[in-house]
């Protein structure tokens, strides 16, 4: 091969330099995860195996770190939101419903809760909040059967009974168990279909 066909070799410190980039983001989400609603940049450091430089060199705005933790969940995601549930009649679709968002909220509760608490200093905290409602909302429209979404006020009761902020409540303030949760959700999703 001559040397002009050659492929040019990969710049080490570039791809060294994202690979850190990345164990930053995946560091600051597991500390999340994990109960640190607001980790410090040693913990960061210290959990992507990183120098407290490189944390700061990487992402000099939360704006930035926030994007890059919401596109890596929004990865981890996507299947189950895009998950087709199998045909069923309305209660066994309802109760499906409400498992699949039980299993979603537990998976992001702790970065939503964190999220929520720098949401007031970020717009795009925000504006992921808002697509995350809005992608929920149109999978429950999609999902139910006509009768039940011709009807705007019913459809908003359903969307609020099912919501990330009730469950919450259930879980964080009523101290309840996943299995609890999902029973009190299922019974108000009940009475709003009769």
Do not use: C
């Amino acid at each position: 091969m001559s040397p002009s066909k050659e492929k040019p070799k990969p710049d080490g410190r570039r791809l060294r330099s994202e690979a850190s980039r990345q164990r930053i983001v995946e560091a600051m989400r597991d500390l999340v995860r994990e109960g640190q609603v607001a980790p410090r940049a040693e913990d960061v450091a210290a959990r992507a195996n990183v120098g407290l430089r490189s944390v700061f060199r990487h992402f000099d705005d939360m704006e930035t770190l926030y994007r890059e933790i919401a596109a890596l969940m929004r990865t981890e995601l996507a299947p189950l939101l895009a998950e087709q549930l199998p045909p069923a009649d309305a209660p066994d679709l309802l109760e499906q419903l409400v498992a699949r968002r039980a299993k979603l909220f537990e998976k992001i509760m702790p970065l939503r809760l964190a999220a929520d608490v720098h949401s007031h200093t970020s717009p795009f905290l925000r504006e992921d909040r808002h697509w995350m409602n809005e992608s929920l909302r149109a999978i429950l429209r999609a999902s139910l059967p006509a009768a039940l979404t011709k009807d705007r006020t019913l459809l908003d009761a359903f969307d609020a009974a099912m919501s990330f902020e009730f469950w919450r409540r259930l879980r964080e303030d009523q101290n309840l168990s996943v299995a609890q949760a999902r029973r009190v959700v299922e019974r108000v999703i009940e009475a709003l279909a009769k």
